[in-house]
Every structure is written in structure tokens, then in C-alpha cells.
């Protein structure tokens, strides 16, 4: 099984990958820090469960970026910009 997590700057930069936000890491286009679960409540905001081989392509990457945490309703910080 393969994980996959999106990883957002507060920018609102999307970035999606194998593994989740680990320490101080921040965006490769603009150098904001990355989260990838709500601050408040700590829910993911989004997470992809994969069997078998899995390649990524800009097809397999679209993803709609939200605004504010599904679970708290939390607003995420690239949503004033």
C-alpha cells in the first residue's frame, strides 16, 4: 500500500508526496512553512491510501486545495490570500 499526503505552504502552494511534514520543512517555491494537518484539531488535510504500483503524474496529482479544516472548520491561512 502506498500513502500519499498533501502537503500545503501557508503561502497555498500544494505539494504531494510519500510522506507527511516532518519538522521545520518548508516550500520549494517560496520558502513558507508546510503543514499538512490542521493546527487546531491536527486532522490531515488530505491523505490518499494507494494499492499496488503507483506513479506520480500530473494526472494522479490534481487536487482541490481547501480553505478551512473538514473536520474543525478551522480557516487555513493561504485562504486570506
Known sequence: ??????????????????????GDEHCQECGA??????????????QWHYYGMVYLTPKNLKF??????AKCGQVFPWADK
Open 1 to 22: 500500500m502506498s500513502n500519499f499526503y498533501a502537503r500545503i505552504c501557508e503561502s497555498g502552494h500544494v505539494n504531494i508526496t510519500y510522506r507527511r511534514v516532518k
Open 64 to 69: 482541490e486545495r481547501p480553505d478551512s479544516c
Open 33 to 46: 512553512p508546510l503543514m499538512d494537518s490542521c493546527p487546531q484539531c491536527g486532522n490531515l488535510i488530505k
